[in-house]
């Protein structure tokens, strides 16, 4: 009968007594990709501009007469294009590199001048302006990633290309001979240092969007202006500050775009 009695079991529960419970089957575990920034990169960008600019300059011998320019302050905005490139490396959170710049710029702006006679003493009224044609960085690169978020600042060096005009039409007797005040332009580009701030974002693998502000100093550098008949040497000295702000996008490629940890 006991014989009879395990024969006749359903299958299933012989299985479980000579076999045990079934294996518990595990999935493996997700992939987790992670965003790597090192590699080089280009792009381009565009924004706005904000320059200030103080000008002193020396009396200048006009006829037997010394006319001297009165110091003058003026300020320039405008817009700005361009194009970057530069190479990142990460270590662990950390992302350091280097970045070069230009930009095509139309920051202008004008404000009333003037000369005095050192012999009659009249007022001779101007108006001075300025345009800031191109500018660029080369800058050093430091931030702090969050996956595809990186938070940076850099410094380095700037330059600026500047362009002067001083026209004038005031009119004045100088031992009954009337005079007309001299036309003056200049041209010069400018090197000082430069510092910024950033934040850039990858939405793709190897494109990624950034905002950025830039601070660039240049010290005082002297200009020699000459008049529109080239008889007449105007010596100045000039201080300059831009401001920039600009939004840009980035190409990236490299030996690591992206990483996957498991």
Request: glycine share 14%; hydrophobic share 40%; with cysteine.
């Amino acid at each position: 009968m006991i014989a009879l009695a395990a024969a006749l079991k359903p299958a299933g529960a012989a299985e479980v007594d000579l076999y045990g419970p079934p294996p518990v089957l595990y999935a493996p575990s997700p992939a987790v990709v992670f965003f790597n920034w090192t590699g080089f990169y280009f792009g381009a960008h565009g924004g706005g501009g904000w320059s200030h600019k103080t000008e002193t300059g020396t009396g200048f011998n006009f006829f037997g007469d010394t006319l001297t320019p009165a110091q003058f302050s003026v300020d320039a905005n405008g817009w700005l294009a361009g194009g970057q490139i530069g190479a990142m490396y990460q270590v662990g959170s950390w992302v350091f590199g280097a970045e070069a710049d230009a930009s095509g710029s139309n920051l202008t702006g004008s404000s009333a001048c003037s000369y005095t006679s050192s012999t009659v003493g009249a007022v001779l009224a101007a108006n001075c302006s300025v345009k800031v044609s191109g500018l660029g960085t080369i800058a050093g690169r430091m931030g702090y990633a969050i996956d595809r978020l990186l938070v940076y600042g850099k410094a380095g060096g700037g330059w600026a290309n500047d362009q002067y005009k001083a026209p004038s039409t005031a009119t004045y007797t100088l031992n009954g001979l009337p005079l007309v005040a001299p036309t003056f332009g200049g041209n010069e580009t400018r090197w000082g240092w430069m510092v910024g701030a950033g934040v850039e974002y990858a939405f793709y693998d190897n494109w990624s969007a950034k905002i950025e502000y830039n601070y660039l100093g240049f010290r005082h550098t002297s200009l020699i202006f000459t008049d529109n008949t080239g008889q007449f040497f105007l010596n100045s000295d000039i201080q300059q500050q831009i401001q920039v702000v600009k939004a840009g996008l980035n190409y990236r490629w490299g030996w690591a775009p992206v990483g996957i940890r498991y």
